[in-house]
């Protein structure tokens, strides 16, 4: 549960139905302050990010954890409402809100199932090594930065070994 901050009535706009006015939505921002909910994003082998032969990106998701991730709302709801909120309105993001984007790089120690080694390096490229958040197995739920900068130490501490 992460407070984000002040809410802005054009920030509303997407989540409120149709046909409200805009004076409407920025009373209610005036008043408002948004909290994020997350739940950390489980791996699926069916969760796919490909590329076809015209250059386009396609991403299939497999969401998993959903059950959990509503009681956590619901938790969630409760426990803003015990404090004081009077009125909680829920927008769900689905892949395309995404920004905290991991995984699609499979590591392992088998070339057959899996892109990277256990140190980051690709199995087909000698000096190839991928230290963004491509490598995790899932997205915790929080900003993946320092663990990219703490795998950025690893794998060039380790690639300085293998030079």
């Known amino acids: 549960m992460q407070l984000i901050g002040k809410v802005q009535g054009l920030m509303m706009k997407a989540a409120a139905p149709r046909g409200v006015p805009d004076a409407v939505l920025k009373q209610v921002a005036r008043r408002s302050v ?11 082998r069916d ?13 299939v998701r497999v969401a998993r954890g959903v059950r959990t991730h509503r009681r956590l709302l619901e938790r969630a709801k ?23 984007q991991c995984g699609t790089v499979v590591s392992g120690t088998d070339p057959a199932t899996s892109v990277l080694d256990p140190w980051c390096r690709t199995h087909d490229i000698e000096n190839l090594w991928v230290i963004d958040s491509g490598f995790f197995p899932s997205s915790a739920a929080m900003n993946p930065a ?7 130490l690893r794998v060039g501490a380790e690639s300085d070994l293998a030079a």
């Open 146 to 152: 320092l663990t990219i900068a703490a795998q950025a």
């Open 78 to 100: 409760r426990l803003l409402r015990s404090v004081g909120y009077d009125a909680i309105f829920t927008q769900q993001f689905d892949i395309s809100m995404n920004s905290h």
């Open 47 to 59: 969760s796919r990010v490909t590329v076809d032969g015209a250059g386009r990106i396609t991403t």
């Open 34 to 44: 948004e909290w994020l909910i997350m739940a950390e994003d489980l791996p699926s």
